[in-house]
Structures are given as structure tokens and as C-alpha cells.
């Protein structure tokens, strides 16, 4: 009795407005019980642990499952989809650069960085992307490296496009399947985001964020531009409409989950789906989306150039325009590669900074900064780096619409 509604209740309620409501009832939990943070941050991690684990074999499925039933001749737009992923992550390491010289961050470098080893040049962010791209299919899909699972999915699903019918058919029920079971999952997401947002407002980590206020204005303040400008200019461009309804769909329904799952990758199955209501092409997004995860980094970028930049101004070290552009260019390489790097972002910040003659010691210092202030950086990023996924996404199967109905 008590059930019937509660599920009347759900099913006409949208997940939108469950979520927005799991948001206040979880800060208002951090607040009002801190002590019970700790158990509903379970459902948090049960949600995000079902969502990494169900997304390899999701988009391993999809993307086998969308080319081997292609239809030859049929357009795909992965090709303007890959431009407008480096425009952005170039265009955002350049706002963060401009950001960085108009308010220089000075750094207290007393902390310690985690015992991680970061990359020396972009030659090992390159070979660790290659080395992911020729890893064993079931390591690539137990061990979530997206870049091995697109690899042989796509390999896989060119090779379906010559089997039976039959064999075709089978893939794409299959890939229903599998599309049903992260549709299950995503229902729960209010639950999860309850318990993510109570552990991270309950967090007494939040007070160590006062002394880097300014680090953290510049930070998310070029991620907010990114998000309400540039990515708007970028998609206008393309589609020469209001871009507004698009972009700010996508940072509702994509940006706020990404804003506390903290993971690319777990946001994947709430980018396909977004993308599937939004009627995109579902050759063109079966395959971008993923690649999104790995490889469009815009907010990685912003963190790698404000970073790097506060490390040298702390050291006194002038930086001309000639490398502040040369920092963009490295930024946008590094940040397509984060994914391939443990730690991420923030353990290619020592690479970048190698630019203004920075030591390693100095350099993983500032890394540990960036992993006292993760709690809102990474945050940030997360949401910026996967809402764009669906943007650029949107964007480029809207303007191939525009250039048909011409």
C-alpha cells in the first residue's frame, strides 16, 4: 500500500527534479547529522562502483553493436565531433592562461604530493594512450581502460558488418539489454547522489579549502566561463542558433551527476542516455561519447595551465607570452592524455611546469595542493569535461541536420 505512491510518484516525477531534491536532503543531512554521513555514503558508492562497473560492458556492446549494423553511406559526424573536442580543451587551456595572468595564485608549498609517479615528457603520456590501445580485450574491459575497449570494439564491429543477419540482430538485442540494465541503474542515481553529496558537505576537509579561496576562484571561475561561454560560441557557431537550451540542458542533466560521481567514466551511461533522448544519431554517439571520456578534457586543461602558472608566479619566474602559449598547446596535449596517467590532471601538472625550468620537487608539491583542493577542482572538472562530451556531440549531429534541411 505504502509503495503504490511512492511509485506513482516516481514514475511522474522527473529524474531531473529527484535529484535536485536528493542535493537538498543531503546537504541539509551534512548540516544537521554529520554523524550520519559516513552510512548513507554507502548508497554514493554502491552507485558509483554499479556505474564503473556496468559501463565498459556498455560501451563495449554499443559501439560493436551500432557499426556492425551501419549502413554503408549512412553519415556519421565523428569526424567534426574530434575538431571540436581539441578546439575546446585548447580554447579552455588558453582562457585559463589569460585567467592566471589577470589573477596571479601565490602557493604555500609545504604539502606533500601521494606517492605517484608522473610522467616526464608527453612522449609517456603518448605511449601509455598507445600501449592502452593494444591492451587484452577482457583486461581492457575489467580494468575500465576505455581506449582498449573502443579499439576493439570498433575492430570487432567492422568486422560484423560482413557476418548474418541474424548475427547482427543478435548484437543489437544484446546491446538493448545491456542499454535496459544501465537505465535500471540510473534510476537509483537520486540515492546516490544523496549519499555522495551528505559525505562530501560532511567532509571536515571543506575547511582546508579557506586558504586557497583565490587558487579555487580562478579555477572554477574559468570553468564556469568555459561552460557558459566559450562552449556557447562554439556550439553557436556550428549550429547558428540559441545554444543556450542545449548547453544548459546538458550541465543540468549530465554536469551536476559528473559533479559528484567525480568520474568521466561513470558519467558514460548517463551521456548515452541524455544523447538518445536528445534523438542524436546513435552511430555518431555510441562512439564519441566514450571517446569523450578519454580523450576531451577541457577541464583537465584549465587545472594543468592555473596549476602550473601559480607555481611559477610563486617562484618568481616571468612567463612571456611566446611559452604562455607554448603552456596552452602542452596543456591541451597533456590533458587529451590525463586519462591514460594515474592521478590524472593533476600528475601531469610537474610535466608542464618542466616548461618554466620548475623542479620535480617543487612541481609535486603544487601536485599536492591540487589533491587538498580535488574535493571541488576535480568536481568541477569532471562536470565541465563530461557535459561538453554531450555538447560537442549535439552540436555536430545538429549542424550535419542544418546542412540537409538547407
Known amino acids: 500500500m505504502i509503495l503504490s505512491p511512492l511509485t506513482r510518484w516516481l514514475k511522474r516525477t522527473s529524474l531531473v527534479s529527484q535529484i535536485a531534491m536528493a542535493l537538498v536532503i543531503g546537504i541539509v543531512i551534512a548540516l544537521a547529522f554529520p554523524q550520519a554521513a559516513p552510512s548513507l555514503g554507502v548508497l554514493g558508492t554502491l552507485f558509483i562502483a554499479a556505474l564503473k562497473a556496468v559501463a565498459p560492458v556498455l560501451v563495449f556492446v554499443l559501439v560493436m553493436s551500432a557499426i556492425s549494423n551501419h549502413k554503408v553511406g549512412e553519415a556519421t559526424q565523428i569526424k567534426p565531433v574530434l575538431m571540436l573536442y581539441g578546439v575546446g580543451t585548447l580554447a579552455a587551456a588558453a582562457v585559463a592562461v589569460a ?40 583486461k581492457a574491459i575489467a580494468e575500465a581502460n576505455y581506449i582498449g575497449v573502443l579499439a576493439w570494439a570498433v575492430g570487432l564491429g567492422l568486422a560484423l558488418r560482413h557476418s548474418s543477419p541474424n548475427t ?92 559528484f560521481t567525480r568520474s568521466s567514466a561513470a558519467n558514460i551511461p548517463i551521456n548515452l542516455a541524455l544523447a538518445k533522448r536528445l534523438g542524436l544519431n546513435e552511430d555518431t554517439y555510441s562512439v564519441a561519447i566514450p571517446l569523450g571520456a578519454t580523450i576531451n578534457m577541457a577541464g583537465a586543461a584549465i587545472t594543468i595551465s592555473v596549476l602550473s602558472l601559480a607555481a611559477a608566479h610563486t617562484m618568481g619566474i616571468h612567463v612571456d607570452i611566446p611559452t604562455a602559449l607554448l603552456l596552452c598547446v602542452v596543456s591541451a596535449l597533456c590533458a587529451c592524455g590525463a586519462s591514460g596517467v594515474a592521478g590524472g590532471s593533476l600528475l601531469l601538472i610537474p610535466l608542464a611546469c618542466s616548461l618554466f625550468g620548475i623542479s620535480n620537487d617543487v612541481a609535486m608539491q603544487v601536485v599536492g595542493i591540487g589533491f587538498i583542493i580535488g574535493i571541488v577542482q576535480d568536481s568541477a572538472e569532471t562536470a565541465l569535461n563530461s557535459s561538453t562530451d554531450v555538447i560537442f556531440t549535439a552540436a555536430a549531429c545538429m549542424a550535419e541536420e542544418r546542412k540537409q534541411a538547407a
Open 99 to 138: 585567467a592566471s595572468f589577470a589573477f596571479p595564485s601565490e602557493l604555500v608549498l609545504q604539502s606533500k604530493a601521494e606517492s605517484m609517479a608522473a610522467p616526464g615528457s608527453i612522449s609517456e603520456v603518448l605511449l601509455t594512450l598507445l600501449m592502452n590501445v593494444v591492451s587484452n580485450p577482457v
Open 168 to 259: 547482427r540482430a543478435a548484437l543489437h538485442d544484446l546491446s538493448d539489454a545491456v542499454t535496459q540494465i544501465i537505465q535500471l541503474v540510473i534510476r537509483f542515481a537520486p540515492l546516490g547522489i544523496l549519499g555522495l553529496v551528505a559525505t562530501t558537505f560532511a567532509d571536515s576537509g571543506l575547511q582546508a579549502l579557506k586558504g586557497y579561496a583565490q587558487l579555487l576562484a580562478v579555477l572554477v571561475g574559468c570553468m564556469l566561463f568555459v561552460a557558459l561561454v566559450v562552449n556557447p560560441l562554439i556550439v553557436w557557431f556550428m549550429i547558428r542558433r540559441n545554444p543556450y537550451p542545449l548547453v544548459l540542458t546538458c550541465l543540468r542533466e549530465s554536469g551536476v551527476t559528473a559533479f
